[in-house]
């Protein structure tokens, strides 16, 4: 089962942010078909949107990933909320590459580095505040520290990781946020950068059956490490016929009334989940109706 924490370490000079997130992921990746490149790199999406969505103060508040370097994944989109539920769709689920030098599903290559990492953050303001990075890898774990370093100045260490399976499942997935705070000494920043470079990744911990708790306590030991909050990380698309209505109404009067005159049907679809929602001839009347009201 997926759960993520909050917690601390070394007395609050640390903070860490760690999930595991198979369960979602894999029903992402699965909702959008996507081929074992593509999944990885939602998947590592997906899972930085549960990790980051806990940090807004707000349960009203959202926040948006967006990453797209020009490779032939054609961007990754995340949508994240409080309560760590999340969202997201890749621009072509189709794309699958040959394994990099690693021997690894190659992510930076699907993602590609001549573009931008956006971190969009919707806190009921009049306009959101939107952060942005050049993409230095495209590996995305990478690119989001460098986010956290430069755009917050929150020097931090990001680990994402997804693995797939030989049917094209989600074997493991998961990730962390390790931050440290602005008192802290750094001489602990090292020891915990040290330990980073000579662990296994994320992945390999949980694809042995390890908690993210047993992970942590790995990581961490002799930190006094702290677990401060557990919550249920979960794929939702929140998209209804209302919003759907909402987004057709806002191509405008005009366009409208042509479709309506032309007696045309319309299809719209959600990215996110995929559904289809159907306006018939009627409902494209009712809908000028309300425009005219």
Known sequence: MDKLVRATAKDGQVRIIAAITTDLVNEGVTMHLCAPTAAAAMGRMLTAGTLMGTMLKSKEDSLTLQIDGGGE??????????????????????????????????????????????????????????????????????????????????????????????????????????????????????????????????????????????????IFEDMELKILEEIVPTYKCDCSRERVERALISIGKKDLEELYNDGKTEQLKCHFCNKNYDFNHEDIGQLLKSINS
């Open 73 to 218: 994944a054609k961007g990754v989109v995340v949508t994240a909320h409080a309560d760590s539920s999340v969202k997201g769709y890749i621009g072509n689920p189709n794309v699958d590459l040959p394994a990099n030098s690693k021997g690894k599903l190659d992510v930076s290559g699907a993602i590609g580095v001549d573009g931008y990492l956006r971190i969009i953050r919707d806190m009921g303001l009049k306009e959101p505040y939107i952060g942005q990075v050049p993409i230095c890898t495209g590996e995305i774990g990478d690119d989001l520290a460098y986010y956290f370093t430069v755009s917050e100045q929150t020097p931090s260490a990001v680990g994402l990781g997804v693995l797939v399976d030989t049917d094209m499942s989600i074997k493991a997935s998961g990730g962390f946020i390790i931050q440290m705070m602005p008192d802290a000494n750094e001489f602990l920043a090292d020891m915990i950068t040290y330990r980073l470079e000579e662990i296994p990744s994320i992945t390999e911990f949980i694809a042995k059956g390890m908690t993210i708790e047993e992970i942590l306590e790995f």
